[in-house]
């Protein structure tokens, strides 16, 4: 089996990778499973700012502290309703027009008519006054700053827009320029001389989405990718062996969870949904299928500063416990030890999608654990906008996804957008006034740092999404360049420090 797959991987190979290194143009070249959808950043800034083509008002560092970027600064009034960004001086967009204040509010103001976290900041205005941008709120918010680091932020030339707000052209910032863009796989770019900050050191860089893991992984193997996004657990354990590439690996702050539907008639009282939690090993998971050291024992990783709560009784693992839930809840097994509630059989389906690999391979574990307390779970393994689109509609029992909790660098960004109120890729069907006070306190930074501890343990005993694992990211970097590394916030592939080994 193996000897007739390996030439077809090969051949397809060659298709992806003709086009990136036959011409020997000296290109950085990154593979990663993420679709370049349109110019538009709220449907593909990520990988605009991930390519460092795009930049933000305020960047991240490191240690995950805000620092500047488009603007060297910020203050707020004492009321905190109205915040000042001091625009840098001396920046150009990559068509040679200069950025000033105007054409950064302007690219504000656009971000904020569109779906995102902008329209959620209670942002009242957004104006140029002189060399500074003012937002104004309704209502304070001591993460606004955190808020304009989101790629959906991004600030863009006045050229980029059309008449009707949406991006035709990504023209940034950053020390790279696109070239040339095809959606939905490619994007070549190259050093833009007029940068701001230190030049890259490499002059070319290409982006090529590839949704297959093994492609991917063979690709970094063979030479045809130089940086290699998102391995599956297999693919870090072959290549950890390899003499042509350096695996890294690291804890980053996104969990793996599942997003429940709590107004299903068989998921709507938390003592269901703590069911379905006691029948998942996610010890057992986590070493066999992600190959990771632990499972999660609550939904925000380590990593997540403030949220995360070791004094917070952890998820556990009883099946039998789990059992006797159900049949207090009214549930009995049928003829097929699945189980029945007035006529209906406890059967859901699990929407997933393959653009992470390891989630389809979870998705099945999970099938097996649901069977032993007799929930019957169908798999339904697609694009990943059918998650939000089934949110939409109401169609969605459980969503096996992957959440960042860096996506704003202050996890409250991400907190409201899924929990207060409920959101697309967080909770549904689940409402909790005191959650949304406190979310909320915490958001203006009215609440004590204990707040954090009590929102973390409302989303532990009502479950609303089922933590599963705590994300490890994995990368393959050939060994033909230095200074890869993981940017444990996901904003950056770090291109700009790569440099070729010799």
Same mark, same amino acid.
């Given at each position: 089996?193996?000897?007739?797959? !390996? ?5 397809? +190979? ?31 800034? *990520?990988?605009?700012?991930?390519? *460092?083509?795009? =930049? ?20 707020? *009034? ?18 040679? #027009? ?39 709120? &309704? ?28 991006? #035709? ?12 863009? =095809? ?41 045809? !990718? ?17 003499? =042509? ?16 539907? !709590? ?21 057992? +998971? ?7 050291? /632990? ?30 839930? +159900? ?54 393994? #697609?694009?990943?906008? /059918? ?21 704003? $660098? ?23 006034? /005191? ?5 909320? !306190? ?8 204990? &707040? ?11 479950? $609303? ?26 904003? #950056?592939?770090? +291109? ?7």
């Amino acid at each position: 089996m193996r000897r007739s797959l !390996a030439p077809k991987l090969a051949l397809l +190979l060659i298709g992806f990778a003709s086009p990136l290194h036959a011409a020997g143009d000296g290109s950085l070249d990154v593979a990663a499973p993420f679709e370049i959808v349109s110019a538009d950043p709220t449907t593909s800034g *990520s990988i605009f700012t991930r390519m *460092s083509i795009a =930049e933000t008002l305020v960047e991240v560092g490191p240690d995950g502290a805000l620092i500047p970027g488009l603007a060297t600064g910020w203050e707020v *009034s004492e009321d905190g309703l109205l915040w000042r960004f001091a625009i840098r001086e001396g920046v150009r967009f990559h068509d040679g #027009t200069p950025l000033d204040a105007e054409a950064a509010a302007n690219a504000l103001r656009i971000a904020l008519a569109k779906p995102g976290l902008l329209d959620r900041a209670g942002v009242a205005g957004i104006e140029a006054e002189g060399d500074a941008v003012t937002v104004r709120l &309704a209502s304070p918010l001591s993460a606004l700053p955190a808020f304009l680091a989101e790629y959906r932020a991004q600030i863009l030339a006045p050229a980029s827009y059309g008449p009707d707000g949406t991006a #035709t052209a990504v023209i940034g910032t950053g020390p790279y320029r696109v070239t040339s863009m =095809e959606p939905p796989l490619k994007l070549n770019a190259e050093a833009f001389p007029g940068y701001w900050g230190a030049p890259p050191a490499i002059p070319k860089a290409s982006y090529l989405s590839v949704s297959r893991a093994e492609t991917r992984a063979l690709m970094a193997e063979s030479g045809d !990718a130089d940086f290699v996004y998102n391995l599956d657990p297999a693919s870090v354990s072959r290549l950890s062996g390899s003499d =042509e590439v350096t695996v890294l690996t690291a804890p980053i702050p996104r969990s793996l969870l599942l997003k429940v539907n !709590a107004a299903h008639p068989a998921m709507n009282a938390p003592e269901a949904r703590r069911a379905l939690s006691l029948a998942i090993d996610r010890a057992g +998971l986590a070493q066999a299928v992600l190959r990771y050291p /632990e499972g999660a024992t609550q939904l925000f990783p380590p990593a997540v500063d403030g949220w995360h709560d070791d004094a917070l009784p952890p998820l556990a693992y009883d099946p039998e416990e789990a059992k006797a839930i +159900l049949a207090g809840l009214g549930w009995t097994a049928g003829a097929d030890g699945m189980l029945e509630r007035d006529g209906q059989r406890f059967a859901l389906t699990l929407t997933t999608y393959p653009d992470r690999p390891e989630l389809p391979l979870v998705a099945a574990v999970l099938e097996q654990q649901f069977r032993q307390v007799g929930v019957a779970l169908s798999i339904d393994s #697609t694009n990943s906008s /059918e998650i939000p689109a089934r949110h939409a509609s109401g169609a969605l029992d459980l969503g096996l996804l992957a959440r960042n909790f860096a996506l704003v $660098p202050d996890p409250i960004g991400t907190v409201m957008q899924d929990y207060a109120p409920t959101g697309d890729w967080g909770a549904m069907g689940w409402e909790n006034a /005191e959650f949304v006070a406190l979310a909320g !306190a915490i958001a203006r930074g009215e609440a004590a740092p204990a &707040a954090r501890a009590e929102a973390a343990a409302i989303l532990q005993a009502e479950l $609303p999404v089922i933590p599963i694992a705590w994300y490890r990211q994995s990368l393959a970097v050939s060994k033909a360049v230095k200074g890869g590394v993981i940017d444990p916030w996901e904003r #950056t592939f770090g +291109l700009p420090s790569i440099a070729w080994a010799e």
